[in-house]
T-cell receptor, first 113, second 113 residues
């Protein structure tokens, strides 16, 4: 049973435009959500997180939105840059998970110059 | 700055060998994790440890064991390597405080021939 789903395996956008990556979850115990970026042959890099007490968190070009009623979160990248091309993983954890993260399968973002 | 170091970037071993993957973190983190990443499957948790000599099974522990004798070091052991254990292995660590991100090493690409 996949508790964190990223339904789009890939996304392609033009440089300078907005990239929107989506993530859905099923476990109502999740209360902390993260986004990671991964380049080939490197480990995932932590990007941004959000706690369930908030519905938005912003860090520079990256904004994460959380819709608890829909069990949905999204990552917005504005403006997109070619260096943002990578696989993006959504992850979640919750009380009782003992610090474990549950990851989605990832979305490959390609930003075209 | 956060640093998680995995001992090898690339490793080639033979079927039936006992394989050791080493991970060291310098952030004095309580929690350490081992994942494997396979195409289309995302990151799957093998084992994790929340304290020295403590360990818990993740989602796919079969064929693996772990050792944590010191706080900064977490080892993954393939008792008798098989070809289906060919994968990218990722180590991560996190603080024991609530809602903290995991920080990853650069991974070990392990091939079992």
């Amino acid at each position: 049973d996949q508790q964190v789903k990223q339904n789009s395996p890939s996304l392609s956008v033009q440089e300078g435009r907005i990239s929107i990556l989506n993530c859905d979850y099923t476990n109502s115990m999740f209360d902390y959500f993260l986004w990671y970026k991964k380049y080939p042959a490197e480990g995932p890099t932590f990007l941004i997180s959000i706690s369930s007490i908030k519905d938005k968190n912003e860090d520079g070009r990256f904004t994460v939105f959380l819709n608890k009623s829909a069990k949905h979160l999204s990552l917005h990248i504005v403006p997109s840059q070619p260096g943002d091309s990578a696989v993006y993983f959504c992850a979640a954890s919750g009380r009782g998970s003992n610090y474990k993260l549950t990851f989605g399968k990832g979305t490959l973002l390609t930003v075209n110059p | 700055d956060v640093k998680v170091t995995q001992s090898s970037r690339y490793l080639v071993k033979r079927t039936g060998e006992k394989v050791f993957l080493e991970c060291v973190q310098d952030m004095d983190h309580e929690n350490m994790f081992w994942y494997r990443q396979d195409p289309g499957l995302g990151l799957r948790l093998i084992y994790f440890s929340y304290d020295v000599k403590m360990k818990e099974k993740g989602d796919i522990p079969e064929g693996y064991s772990v050792s944590r004798e010191k706080k900064e070091r977490f080892s993954l052991i393939l008792e008798s390597a098989s070809t289906n254990q060919t994968s990218m292995y990722l180590c991560a660590s996190s603080s024991g405080q609530f809602n903290q991100p995991q920080h990853f090493g650069d991974g070990t690409r392990l091939s079992i021939l």
